[in-house]
């Protein structure tokens, strides 16, 4: 009954140990989901500003044909 509980103690000691150890893969995939969200921002912004720029273009050629 002693050497029982004694093992498992010890492994439960011995698990708690490794878990400091093992890599966490929930960390790991926030951090690509997060840096994959910061990528598509950075690509909105970027594909948002050409088109605003496009919108100007069309509206200035829009003016001259008009005149």
């Known amino acids: 009954m002693e050497?029982?509980?004694?093992a498992l103690l010890v492994a439960g000691i011995v698990l708690i140990i490794l878990?400091?150890?093992?890599?966490?893969r929930t960390q790991q995939i926030e951090t690509q989901l997060e840096n994959?969200?910061?990528q598509l921002m950075k690509?909105?912004?970027?594909i948002n500003k050409?088109?605003?720029?496009?919108?100007?273009?069309?509206?200035i050629t829009d003016r001259r044909e008009i005149k």
Request: aromatic share 14%; no cysteine; glycine share 0%.
């Open 3 to 6: 050497f029982t509980i004694l």
């Open 19 to 24: 878990s400091f150890f093992k890599q966490n």
């Open 36 to 38: 994959v969200s910061i």
């Open 43 to 46: 690509e909105l912004y970027q």
């Open 50 to 59: 050409k088109i605003k720029v496009l919108e100007e273009e069309m509206m």
